[in-house]
């Protein structure tokens, strides 16, 4: 039955006009003013439903307390406000109603000018049926709340995956790139010093132009599909290769033989990645110190040189590293004006 299919309950207004032998025109014109005046109202509540409670469900108490005296079969408009209640009120609140339309229809089945039985015949479903109806409608709005709340909490669950996911690409080919990138300007800049006075050699730093180019594709790939994690080892490598052709002189000190947990492993070679492409990119340095170890309950991961330094604020690659090592648990430190030393230190239990 749909919405206003509701509206043939209404029908009960007509008991008494058309069954009591002593009904007359008042009672039929009574009968017709109650419809006429409730259909408005039950609009309100399939068009207007914010508007419910005083818009339909204080004016159908209304209009049911006024009429039901003269026509028991008004008592069916307590129906229709419990109905009301229960879809638009907090639990709570629709009970209240409830108890204060029974109270109501008790009333009137005393004072009504109704005689028997049409009193007894009007007054007593109603009676049941607000609650039977009106729980009913109650258990029904808190599931259908219950399940708007799902669909919106899981609405924010994707939209914060997606963005979180956009975040990941976003810094996994900035980390990637970076380094990358920096590898190939320079080497190409040192090919095109060659060309013409050792092309035996430009030749080869052309072919390991297009291996990193190669390799960095490989990369973006795995990176976009989710597939691709950094380790400490391979990044080290590639830190030798860019830093070698910057010309700086890398020393490293690896105190941990203890094995690193894969997720904790990519984001440290992740930082290692943009600490060492900042140092061949920006730091004009000579040479440079990696070092890992644990210290005081510490992984610490430390990248220091002795170019320019600087007190400049974070770019994207550093507030990106930030962010993945606090995932950790852990913490970034950058120190130094006379040359630059990056910390990254997470916690053992964390790391091993």
Known sequence: MSHWGHLIYLLNLLWLPVFSENSTWVDWALATAVVV?????????????????????????????????????????????????????????ALRWFVGMTALISVFSLISVVPMPWRLLGHLPPLVLLWLIGTLQIEWAEKERAQNDLRLRNARVEHLATLAERERIARDLHDLLGQTLTAITMRAQLVNGLVGVDDERARGEAGEIERAARAALAEIRATVSGWRRATLEAELAAARNALSSSGVQLTVRWDVEEAIVDSTEHELALALREATTNVARHSSARTCHISLEVVQEELRLVVADDGVGGKAPDGNGLSGMRERISALGGAVRRTGTAGTTVTIAVPVEVAA
């Open 37 to 93: 005046v409730f259909v408005p109202m039950y609009a309100v509540t399939q068009w207007r439903p914010e508007r419910t409670r005083w818009a339909a469900i204080v004016p159908t108490v209304l209009l049911g307390a006024i009429a039901t005296p003269f026509n028991s079969g008004a008592a069916t408009l307590f129906v229709y406000a419990a109905a009301f209640a229960g879809l638009t009120e907090s639990r709570r609140t």
